[in-house]
């Protein structure tokens, strides 16, 4: 019985520290909870940009894709009509102008000619790159040169207003 009785009393009996040593701390301090919520803070900080920018340059891409798109389009229009193909090389910066991007039919009926695939073609640049965009076609001998640009202000950090451009140039031996 005075065995159960001395450990019963040597649990109860309260611990002394010793000068020097230091004491258990149990849970965490204020200043290791404002530490953590600073780090965490800033790592969702950094989420969020992440996602911003993957938001820009998926668009950027995507006006990227849509211009090689375009661009064969193009060149599948001049292989179809090859004895007017010198028709397509009129596209350049000068002939947009008046081409708005808004009314882009395609005719139902009839024969059309390079003259208006061209124009139809150049509506489809203005409706899907934005009203800045513009081509320029060369050729050189069999070799047809398609150079589409256009306005991607989201495509640079930190730009402001229309001073980063989008530009493909897209070659093929017809």
């Known amino acids: 019985m005075s065995l159960i009785v001395n450990r019963i009393s040597a649990r109860a009996a309260p611990r002394r520290s010793l000068p020097g040593a230091r004491s258990r701390q149990r849970g965490f301090s204020l200043i290791e909870v404002l530490i953590a919520m600073l780090v965490i803070g800033f790592g969702l900080l950094g989420l969020a940009m992440m996602q ?5 340059y998926s668009q950027s891409a995507n006006y990227r894709t849509q211009a090689f798109n375009l661009a064969y389009d193009l ?11 010198a028709q397509f090389t009129k596209i ?3 002939s947009f102008s008046g081409v708005t991007g808004k009314n882009c039919s395609r005719a139902t009926s009839g024969f059309v000619g390079p003259a208006e695939s061209a124009t139809r073609w150049k509506c489809q640049v203005r409706s899907t790159l934005g009203a ?3 081509a320029q076609v060369t050729q050189d001998g069999a070799r047809t040169t398609v ?8 495509a640079a950090v ?9 530009r493909i140039t897209v070659s093929s031996d017809l």
Do not use: C, K, M, Y
């Open 52 to 56: 911003t920018l993957s938001v820009r």
């Open 75 to 85: 060149f599948d229009q001049i292989r179809a009509n090859r004895a007017l193909s």
């Open 92 to 94: 350049d910066e000068g």
């Open 132 to 134: 800045g965009a513009f």
């Open 147 to 154: 150079t589409i640009s256009w306005s991607d202000a989201r």
């Open 158 to 166: 930190g730009a402001v207003g229309n001073n980063a451009n989008g």
